[in-house]
């Protein structure tokens, strides 16, 4: 697939298309600064037919209720949406009169449908109009009419991809389209026909790029500290998943949900499915009585739900692991097809836009099985968010108001919220009629969501949003913080609860998510709840698994859980050593770098990180050894409230100020073991007390300074390392930590904190770039006094070294001759 054609397409595809509506709004005198007087009866001289005034008007109303900009964009973008649905029906020869729309038979951008126009089936074309046009040679006309005509006619089996068009959106219809400049010209040309053809995968790619530039527009206003609107969250957290990692996803979940009670399929190409690890007697005989229900379980029964669908794709190849299932219990592949569509796929998404593309896609996944399934009563269970909003409760009352008033805010908090409804609701909204407070396509939705999100699932699958505290706007932090205390730090570890609660007790549930749950202090209440539940299997991503995504910033897991099942070993996957999707993918299959590992053993380290890759004698060293904050307390330096005006480097002052009014300041400085990034003078006047009184300083204890001490850096890039200031005359600084040693105890454990077995800890209970004084204080020291002798002379031949290299050059004070003099 050439992702770059297709990201260069969809880009350009919506600039262009956002103009030619936005100039056809013009045209008809429809601005966003205008009077736009609905019932205006001529645009630029000329008269309006009643279907162009009634659409207009139509069009104004849109406007003044959503903005201009953003129907522009809702009209751009129901263009690019049908456009690219029918260019994908005719290159599969999905659509119904088998006749080309843009293209010919040889993929050239010559539309089928005009050179036979004559000849065209397609339901509700008018022949004699046709005729008309093709007599007086409108083809652009003419053109318009036969793609409005299709959209039409595939609204009957297709309804929530193609919604009739006849108002405001058809006026809005681009100009030109037979160009070779035009957009369809371009999506002929520039994407390879290839890249169509039973890949439904292309829709979510193009999705994805189309949003490319309001997803910058969003990241960029976020450093202006704007927060991410409810209307903006679709584009700032759509990701779409790499087809591999889905795989695994849906093959450990849904697979294995079948796999452990009837047996993987004979067909079943399922090459991202990973065995179990061997498990101990008690374990075994456990698994077996969780399994037996397994047994019993028929393809039909089976629930899997997306709640973060996006546009499908999760979805979609479960679809391909149902079929699999139902032909390995003697089912047809239309039959199996149908009954997928009615029993098996959930989904749900707050944006409306993906909503329909994953309803496609899920659909024409169907119709790859079933030429016949497009059809009113064959309908997945997908839902969004978005069109139950603009729902006026105060113009309802009763049980119908308190159920809308759930959804006020739905477009902002989705999947995450929880709808309760009267126990007899079928009843209860059985005479419900359409009002002026509420319509009936917001009251179906509002229903579709409520039994969706009130059932319990089989299987749990999705790649959730990635969204920081900081960038929730005041609604959703407030929300999240209420309902999601312990995961409140971002939105995708708020799923990570919220899909548990969808999962049936021994359900699965399969996500992808940051990595960033596994270790951070934010999560260690949710990480004491996941022990509650058991990880089947891992493959721990790390950096640069989607090739979409360069930098460290986005470090990725992804993971099955299901109930909990003590002493369950699960298996794990670390690829994080590994740059690249496709690298990535291609470790995961070899089998390398695997571990089996009891979860239970993660709550044996401080803040139970899932540390899975130690060996049981590493965890033993937790159980053993002494916190350092027990011997050697770890502190937190002073800050000044004001670098520039209170530090200096140390060669910008006075030998006088150095000596009496200057102190050597700690303030981490670059990697360098044992001694050193001596840089730093703190305005120590009138003993400290006038930086004392500044406002803005603090921290500031006396108790801490000017005493033999080991530091580090609170912030790196690289490996940590740590220092001992020897000398009795330093003021600690915040971006310095230190560690209060008495002297006897001082060198041993600087040796333990610069080994080899102190990276592997670090690793695991400090792997972003900041190490505070809080993690610092857990480490584990394995005090060995046999050995205490031996460990204090080689640590104080390196600080030895380390200082004679310091001193060699002249950035230190105690520079005397360059060594090589």
Known sequence: MNKTAIKNFAVEARVMLINAVTQLAYEFEVTENGTNDPAQESVNGRSLTAAEKNQRSQLIANIRQNGFTQTMEEAAYTWFNRFIALRFMEVNNYLPSHTRIFSDESGNFKPEVLSDA??????????ELILELLENQENERLYKYIIITQCNALNKGLPEMFEQIGGWTELLFPRNLLREDSVIAKMITEIPEEDWRDQVQIIGWLYQYYNTEPKDKVFADLKKNIKISAQAIPAATQLFTPDWIVRYMVENSLGRLWAEGHGKPDDADWKYYLDEAEQEDPVKAELEKIRAEYKNIQPENIKIIDPCMGSGHILVYAFDVLIDIYRSCGWGERDAAKSILRNNLYGLDIDRRAYQLAYFAVMMKARQYNRRICSPENQ?????????????????????????????????????????????????????????????????????????????????????????????????????????????????????????????????????????????????????????????NMAHLGARAFDEIGGEVVQTTAFVMTGHIKDYKGTYARLVDTVGENEKRDLFLSGDKRF???????????????????????????????????IAPARKGMFTGNNNLWLKMWYEISYTKFLYQFKPYNKGGEYRKWYGNHEYVVNWGENGLDIKSFKGSGNINDSMYFRKCITWSLVTSAKQSFRAIIDNDHVLGDAGPVSLTNDENMYYILGVLNSCYMEMVISILAPTLNCSNGVVGGFPILLQQEKKDQV????????EISKQDWDSFETSWDFEKHPLI
């Not at 004559?118 to 022949?127: C, F, M, R, T």
């Not at 359900?507 to 940051?514: L, N, P, R, S, V």
């Not at 053993?601 to 990180?609: E, L, Q, V």
Request: one cysteine or more; glycine letters at 6%.
């Open 596 to 630: 089996a590992a009891k979860q239970e053993n993660f709550s044996k380290i401080p803040g139970s990180p899932v540390a899975y890759w130690v060996s049981e004698a590493f965890v033993k060293t937790f159980e053993d050894g002494i916190k350092l904050n027990e």
């Open 118 to 127: 004559a000849n065209v089936e397609i339901d509700g074309l008018d022949k």
């Open 792 to 799: 204090d002379n080689i640590v104080k031949k390196n600080i």
């Open 380 to 536: 997945p269970n997908l839902a969004n968010f978005a069109d139950v909003m603009g729902a006026d409760t105060d113009m309802l009352s009763g049980s119908i108001r308190r159920f809308a008033e759930q959804f006020a805010f739905a477009d902002t908090y989705g999947s995450l919220m929880t709808v309760t409804a009267p126990a007899d609701i079928d009843t209860a909204f059985s005479d419900f009629m359409p009002t002026f407070g509420l319509n009936m396509r917001q009251f179906d939705m509002m229903m579709k969501i409520y039994k969706i999100l009130s059932q319990k699932y089989d299987v749990v699958c999705t790649n959730p949003p990635y969204m920081g505290g900081s960038g929730m706007n005041a609604k959703l932090s407030e929300f999240v913080k209420s309902k999601f205390p312990d995961s409140k730090s971002d939105l995708f570890a708020c799923f990570i609860e919220k899909c548990g609660q969808l999962a049936k007790p021994h359900g699965f549930y399969a996500m992808i998510t940051q990595h960033a749950f596994m270790f951070l202090s934010s999560y260690e209440n949710l990480r004491r709840k996941l022990m509650l539940k058991t990880t089947v």
